[in-house]
């Protein structure tokens, strides 16, 4: 069964490094979303593309976050300067026209 | 803004107990999502519903537009059910971005 993977399982990184997650949706899905799920929190949306562009974004999704579906296959989450904060777990999901979204295993960042 | 809520945050039963997990909603939507969790905190779609119920094999969903709200039925449970089940709703038709509720932890005792 097609299903959406997600690299790396886990990343740490040092507060104000750039870090890039990486998903790869399942390949005849159209709309792409990123969440995030901070530990004991609930999920919370970050932002979703469609047709190579941004169709929504979150209040927490600001300049330091952006988005790319580089090559057709891969879409990727970029966090420009990490802080503290953006520790959490983030998953990839996607979608097609039926609207049932399949999420990845999520990647944990750890941000010190 | 829609705010989800889910009770109760937490139960537990015993094996083979009747299972139901209430989710509520303030604002119209399009559609709501079951959602899954397990204890490695993968995500796995459930069920999506806008109207009515939908059954797949011993977890069932039921869903009241008029009342804002949604109930998970799981019969017959089993401690491999135990996990977090999470309420979920998208308020535009089609595909569109996901308010959470908080959840609610199921732990199933043999």
């Known amino acids: 069964e097609p299903e959406v993977t997600q690299t790396p399982s886990h990343q740490v990184t040092q507060m104000g490094q750039e870090v890039i997650l990486r998903c790869v949706p399942i390949s005849n899905h159209l709309y792409f979303y990123w969440y995030r799920q901070i530990l004991g929190q609930k999920v919370e949306f970050l932002v979703s593309?469609?047709?190579?562009?941004?169709?929504?974004k979150s209040e927490i999704f600001d300049d330091q976050f952006s988005v790319e579906r580089p090559d057709g296959s891969n879409f990727t989450l970029k966090i420009r300067s990490t802080k503290l904060e953006d520790s959490a777990m983030y998953f990839c999901a996607s979608s097609d026209m039926g609207g049932t979204q399949y999420f990845g295993p999520g990647t944990r960042l750890l941000v010190l | 803004k829609n705010e989800v809520e889910q009770s109760p945050q937490n139960l537990t039963a015993q094996e083979e107990e009747f299972i139901t997990i209430n989710c509520s909603y303030s604002?119209?939507?399009?559609?709501l999502h079951w959602l899954q969790q397990h204890p490695g905190g993968g995500i796995v779609s459930l069920f999506m519903l806008s109207s009515g119920k939908k059954k797949h094999g011993r977890l069932i969903a039921t869903i009241n537009i008029q009342e804002k709200h949604s109930s998970l039925h799981i019969t017959a449970s089993h401690p491999r059910d135990s996990a977090v089940y999470i309420c979920?709703?998208?308020?535009?038709?089609?595909?569109?971005?996901?308010?959470f509720g908080t959840g609610t932890r199921l732990t199933i005792i043999p």
């Open positions: 593309f469609y047709n190579n562009e941004i169709s929504e």
């Open positions: 979920a709703v998208g308020l535009k038709a089609g595909n569109e971005k996901l308010t």
């Open positions: 604002v119209g939507i399009s559609a």
